[in-house]
Protein backbone atom coordinates (compact mmCIF):
# COMPACT_ATOMS: atom_id res chain seq x y z
CA UNK A 1 0.00 0.00 0.00
CA UNK A 2 1.26 3.57 -0.56
CA UNK A 3 0.02 6.71 0.62
CA UNK A 4 0.50 9.65 -1.83
CA UNK A 5 0.44 13.49 -1.64
CA UNK A 6 0.55 16.42 -4.23
CA UNK A 7 2.24 19.52 -4.44
CA UNK A 8 3.47 22.68 -5.84
CA UNK A 9 0.15 23.82 -7.77
CA UNK A 10 -0.94 27.29 -7.16
CA UNK A 11 -2.25 30.64 -9.41
CA UNK A 12 0.26 31.33 -12.43
CA UNK A 13 -0.44 33.34 -15.09
CA UNK A 14 -0.79 31.84 -18.95
CA UNK A 15 2.56 31.31 -19.93
CA UNK A 16 4.36 30.64 -16.59
CA UNK A 17 5.25 27.07 -15.47
CA UNK A 18 4.85 24.77 -12.32
CA UNK A 19 6.33 22.39 -10.64
CA UNK A 20 3.88 19.30 -9.41
CA UNK A 21 5.38 16.89 -6.93
CA UNK A 22 4.14 13.69 -5.81
CA UNK A 23 5.48 12.25 -2.39
CA UNK A 24 4.55 8.98 -1.53
CA UNK A 25 4.85 6.97 1.82
CA UNK A 26 6.58 4.02 2.54
CA UNK A 27 9.73 1.76 0.76
CA UNK A 28 7.48 0.55 -2.04
CA UNK A 29 7.25 3.57 -3.92
CA UNK A 30 9.42 2.30 -6.60
CA UNK A 31 7.21 -0.90 -7.22
CA UNK A 32 4.67 1.55 -8.60
CA UNK A 33 3.61 3.51 -11.99
CA UNK A 34 2.95 6.66 -11.75
CA UNK A 35 0.07 8.45 -13.23
CA UNK A 36 -1.01 12.30 -13.57
CA UNK A 37 -4.31 13.20 -13.69
CA UNK A 38 -6.52 16.25 -14.01
CA UNK A 39 -10.24 17.13 -13.37
CA UNK A 40 -11.68 20.68 -13.90
CA UNK A 41 -15.11 22.18 -13.01
CA UNK A 42 -17.53 20.30 -15.26
CA UNK A 43 -15.57 17.72 -17.03
CA UNK A 44 -14.16 14.24 -16.42
CA UNK A 45 -10.91 13.40 -15.11
CA UNK A 46 -8.35 13.40 -17.79
CA UNK A 47 -5.17 11.28 -18.15
CA UNK A 48 -1.89 13.86 -18.52
CA UNK A 49 1.16 11.53 -18.12
CA UNK A 50 2.34 8.58 -16.49
CA UNK A 51 5.97 6.92 -15.75
CA UNK A 52 6.90 3.17 -15.19
CA UNK A 53 8.54 1.89 -11.76
CA UNK A 54 11.79 2.61 -13.33
CA UNK A 55 10.74 5.81 -14.79
CA UNK A 56 12.20 3.85 -18.27
CA UNK A 57 8.81 4.59 -19.63
CA UNK A 58 6.81 7.68 -20.21
CA UNK A 59 3.82 8.16 -21.69
CA UNK A 60 2.08 11.96 -22.31
CA UNK A 61 -1.24 12.99 -23.49
CA UNK A 62 -0.95 14.21 -27.23
CA UNK A 63 -2.65 17.89 -25.98
CA UNK A 64 -0.05 18.12 -23.48
CA UNK A 65 3.18 17.02 -25.25
CA UNK A 66 6.02 18.99 -25.38
CA UNK A 67 4.57 21.20 -22.89
CA UNK A 68 4.42 18.94 -19.74
CA UNK A 69 7.06 16.14 -18.57
CA UNK A 70 6.74 13.43 -15.95
CA UNK A 71 10.02 12.28 -14.23
CA UNK A 72 10.54 10.27 -10.99
CA UNK A 73 13.36 10.16 -8.01
CA UNK A 74 12.81 6.39 -6.55
CA UNK A 75 15.12 7.85 -3.58
CA UNK A 76 13.38 10.31 -2.99
CA UNK A 77 9.79 8.27 -3.18
CA UNK A 78 8.92 11.23 -5.35
CA UNK A 79 7.47 11.46 -8.82
CA UNK A 80 7.08 15.06 -10.80
CA UNK A 81 5.03 16.55 -13.50
CA UNK A 82 6.51 20.12 -14.66
CA UNK A 83 4.09 22.02 -16.55
CA UNK A 84 5.24 25.10 -18.89
CA UNK A 85 3.36 27.75 -21.21
CA UNK A 86 0.99 27.05 -19.16
CA UNK A 87 -2.76 27.92 -20.51
CA UNK A 88 -6.02 28.88 -18.71
CA UNK A 89 -7.58 25.50 -20.26
CA UNK A 90 -4.92 23.46 -17.82
CA UNK A 91 -6.77 25.15 -15.08
CA UNK A 92 -7.83 21.81 -12.85
CA UNK A 93 -7.27 19.89 -9.90
CA UNK A 94 -4.26 17.91 -10.72
CA UNK A 95 -3.54 13.95 -8.81
CA UNK A 96 -1.51 11.67 -8.93
CA UNK A 97 -1.84 8.06 -8.69
CA UNK A 98 -0.02 4.57 -8.10
CA UNK A 99 -0.37 1.30 -10.06
CA UNK A 100 1.79 -1.41 -8.32
CA UNK A 101 3.44 -3.12 -11.33
CA UNK A 102 7.11 -3.31 -11.92
CA UNK A 103 7.03 -4.05 -15.67
CA UNK A 104 8.60 -1.32 -17.51
CA UNK A 105 6.87 0.02 -20.42
CA UNK A 106 3.42 -0.08 -18.24
CA UNK A 107 2.35 3.71 -18.51
CA UNK A 108 -1.45 3.05 -17.40
CA UNK A 109 -3.87 5.65 -19.47
CA UNK A 110 -6.59 4.47 -17.60
CA UNK A 111 -8.10 5.74 -14.09
CA UNK A 112 -9.23 3.37 -13.20
CA UNK A 113 -6.37 1.23 -13.26
CA UNK A 114 -4.77 2.77 -10.71
CA UNK A 115 -5.21 1.87 -7.31
CA UNK A 116 -4.40 4.76 -5.06
CA UNK A 117 -4.78 8.53 -5.39
CA UNK A 118 -3.89 11.87 -3.62
CA UNK A 119 -6.10 14.06 -2.48
CA UNK A 120 -5.21 16.73 -5.18
CA UNK A 121 -3.33 20.21 -5.62
CA UNK A 122 -5.16 22.88 -7.67
CA UNK A 123 -3.64 24.66 -10.72
CA UNK A 124 -4.70 27.73 -11.75
CA UNK A 125 -3.83 29.67 -14.74
CA UNK A 126 -5.10 33.13 -15.00
CA UNK A 127 -5.27 34.73 -18.59
Known amino acids: QVQLVESGGGLVQAGGSLLLSCTGS????????IGWFRQAPGKEREFVAA????????STANSMEGRFTISRDNAKNTAYLQMLRLKPDDTAIYYC????????????????????WGQGTQVTVSS
Open 97 to 116: AAHGDVRDGVVPDLAIIYNY
Open 51 to 58: ISWSGGST
Open 26 to 33: GRTFSSYA
